[in-house]
């Protein structure tokens, strides 16, 4: 399966890769997952095999049955080796290839991208959560039962105009609101600290305005997340509203992408809850690697048909806003309609 003679359309459809990018990524981590001689017997897997284990395992159906088949090994080598890779991953690989904004440059960028792409200035990143189906856990399971009806972990994403992913906490129960999730997120913090690297945009009459994210109408207003109008009083928000749903578009095909990518995303996670927050967080590297570089991959019709199960799902159950969490910030309120004109 990762032999010198298997052709490239083989390795993007068992690695979702090239194997240029893979023998990268093996690389990337060689010196964490590589074998040690004083280590027991699964850690004499190469890192290659290890990382394909891994990878593989992702990619379909997250079956630690048939990823241990397909490479002819135990199922707790499969589970142990998928731990140890993930963790490189995400330690490693993660602030390379997902990180927010490290300074006013990088910033800027991401700003520019978003005016350009869509006029809307100093947005930086498209903010949503998404339920990853779980097994019920044996504590406090009620707590990530969510409104969707089964058990989930809520995971919220940033992603920028390009459909890179800039931030991801894949932490909360499924019965948290993402309102509640975002207030009491790191990137929230980070914003009102002001922690983030900001550029500020001067409004005419008006004192300037931060960078801010794009939510949808589940999440608060405030100086830093923008939402679309409840009822437009004229045609600059009705037009305002137009252009700020075309720029939150970048999410949901951010997702489909991911979860047509990475098919244990798509189905009931039954491993300790410990554990899938890690795992998780692997998908969405792994996810901006395959993107930066390039390696067309994903076949589109898939991908289309994530990015519509995602709306279906959102018409059937709708996330209502939270009676406390969604609440908007009064400076917001008055500051929206300024947007409008420029």
Request: glycine share 4%; hydrophobic share 35%.
């Amino acid at each position: 399966m990762i032999g010198p003679d298997v052709p490239e359309t083989c390795w993007k459809r068992n690695f979702r890769m090239t194997k240029g990018c893979f023998l990268e990524l093996a690389a990337i981590i060689d010196t964490v997952v590589s074998p040690q001689s004083n280590c027991p017997n699964y850690r004499f897997l190469t890192t290659h095999k290890k990382l394909a284990i891994t990878i593989y395992y992702l990619k379909d159906t997250g079956s630690l049955w048939m990823t241990a088949n397909v490479f002819g090994i135990h199922q707790c080598t499969v589970s142990k080796t998928v731990q140890v890779v993930c963790d490189a991953i995400n330690n490693i690989v993660g602030p390379i290839y997902l990180h927010l904004p490290k300074n006013k440059e990088d910033m800027t960028k991401l700003a520019s991208q978003f005016e350009v792409k869509f006029g809307m200035i100093q947005a930086f990143g498209c903010i949503d959560g998404t339920h990853v189906q779980i097994k019920r856990p044996i504590k406090n399971g009620q707590d990530y039962f969510c409104y969707k009806q089964y058990f989930s972990l809520n995971v919220q994403a940033v992603c920028d105009s390009k459909g890179y992913f800039i931030d991801v906490e894949c932490k909360w129960p499924g019965s948290v609101h993402d309102a509640k999730m975002f207030t009491n997120s790191t990137i929230n913090k980070k914003l009102i600290k002001g922690t983030l690297p900001q550029t500020l945009y001067s409004l005419p009459n008006y004192h300037s305005i931060p960078n801010y994210l794009i939510g949808d109408p589940a999440y608060p207003l405030t100086n830093f997340c923008i939402k679309e109008f409840q009822s437009c009083s004229n045609n600059e928000e009705v037009i305002f509203n137009s252009m700020l749903r075309s720029a939150r578009n970048q999410i949901e095909c951010a997702f489909g992408r991911l979860k047509a990518r990475w098919g244990f995303l798509r189905k009931i996670i039954d491993i300790k809850i410990e554990t899938v927050p890690i795992v998780i967080y692997t998908c969405f590297v792994l996810h901006n690697f395959c993107e930066k570089n390039k390696t067309y991959d994903l076949n589109e019709e898939e991908v289309n048909q994530q990015i519509e199960r995602h709306r279906s799902d959102a018409l059937k159950s709708p996330n209502l806003p939270d009676s406390i969490y969604s609440a908007n910030n009064p400076e917001a309120i008055k500051t929206s309609p300024l947007y409008c004109n420029h």
